[in-house]
């Protein structure tokens, strides 16, 4: 089933591209994320194909040769990637935000030379906000900038980095040295192609194992004074303002894997007999299907809510939170249920159900864990209430 609401008032071409990303995601996606899991490669791979269906470019504007979907389009696409190829969905997400970033901060001269080209393997996105001691609380980034005549020197590392192996571009968060604090936070584009910076992959994965994710070793990394984003310290700003977007990306993500969860557990509740009868006319069982269901649904109305906001012109952050927090705890309670009705057979790798359970507990950590959801919508009831 589509994300998308019945009757929405989307173009025949928005619809006919939600279909055809479905089609493709099943056809050719599903078995490269099930061996990418299980033995090795990554959606690096595929990303040639991607870019020339127009995956790479979905939010970018027409006259740089881009879709220009709506957010609720984008949504609806990460949510059918997600449903075959959560890897996926997650490396055209973070790809997906970085070029929106680019496309709202960057200068004219840069926007040109990175988006024109973003549907391309050589203009491959990453986002490097998270550091060591620096995850929820991203103020406390210890890379290092230092200003020079014509740009900056950067030094640092930084830590779980989708898309870290292969990307040309790095939307970088780092602390400006010799500047009062309120200047110091600043958002800079690094090119991942420039001397001093090094890529170190991230082994052992519970989840989402296609997808690449990197340590970003940043030795004395210059970048001209044209790539900062924004003016100084504004730097957190800038990123947070892109989490808040991103954030219901990552909850259409955990939507296409309960999605494939449920329809995993219906299909198998129909089939498997127990005591005479099909195991889903079992109530226990009955249940588990029928509170999946609802869940769904309602994390499906919460991210179309949220995009919908987008697409008016103001994301409403608490929108956003609500979103991801609800869809990908969802995510997790259904997958958690799609193992159970499987009983034994869900617990071994044959079993789609296995991976997918994996594949969803990362839903509730990366782009703000709940814990920091929870602390935005009480932040912004507080100040609708103030």
């Not at 008032?9 to 279909?19: F, Q």
């Not at 779980?160 to 790095?170: P, V």
Request: glycine share 10%; with cysteine; proline share 3%.
């Amino acid at each position: 089933m589509s994300l998308v609401p019945d009757a929405d008032g989307l173009t025949d071409d928005h619809l006919m591209l939600i279909s055809t990303v479905a089609e493709f995601a099943q056809s050719e996606l599903l078995p490269l994320d099930r061996a990418w899991d299980q033995y090795s490669g990554a959606v690096y791979d595929v990303l040639p194909q991607l870019g020339d269906m127009g995956l790479l470019t979905l939010c970018v504007p027409e006259v740089f040769g881009g879709l220009a979907c709506p957010y609720r389009v984008y949504a609806a696409i990460i949510h059918e990637l997600a449903k075959w190829s959560p890897s996926t969905s997650v490396t055209v997400a973070v790809h997906s935000m970085v070029g929106r970033i680019i496309q709202k901060y960057a200068n004219d001269a840069l926007q040109d030379m990175c988006l024109r080209g973003w549907a391309g393997v050589k203009h491959f996105g990453a986002f490097a906000l998270s550091e060591a001691g620096a995850g929820s609380d991203a103020a406390a980034v210890r890379t290092m900038a230092v200003e020079e005549d014509d740009g900056y020197r950067i030094s640092g590392e930084k830590m779980w980095i989708t898309n870290g192996m292969h990307a040309r571009w790095f939307l970088t968060l780092a602390r400006l040295q010799g500047v009062p604090d309120s200047e110091s936070l600043c958002a800079f584009l690094i090119d991942g192609d420039d001397p001093g910076l090094q890529r170190t992959q991230i082994h052992g994965k519970l989840g989402i194992r296609g997808s690449e994710t990197a340590v970003i070793h940043l030795d004395q990394v210059f970048v001209p004074k044209d790539r900062l984003l924004g003016q100084h310290g504004q730097g957190l700003n800038v990123c947070l303002s892109s989490l808040n977007e991103g954030r219901i990306g990552i909850a259409a993500q955990a939507c296409g894997i309960a999605e494939a969860c449920l329809e995993e557990m219906t299909s198998y509740a129909s089939h498997r007999e127990q005591f005479g009868q099909p195991i889903g006319k079992f109530q226990a069982v009955a249940d588990m299907v029928a509170d999946s269901a609802v869940e769904l649904e309602a994390s499906k109305n919460l991210i179309w809510r949220a995009a919908s906001t987008v697409d008016r012109g103001h994301s409403d952050r608490g929108a956003c939170s609500m979103a991801k927090l609800y869809a990908s705890e969802s995510a997790n309670r259904i997958a958690y249920r799609a193992v159970q009705v499987h009983g034994g057979s869900g617990f071994v790798q044959e079993c789609r159900v296995e991976q997918l359970f994996r594949d969803a507990r990362v839903t509730p950590i990366y782009e703000g864990t709940s814990e920091i959801q929870r602390m935005v919508i009480a932040a912004e009831l507080a100040k609708k209430a103030g």
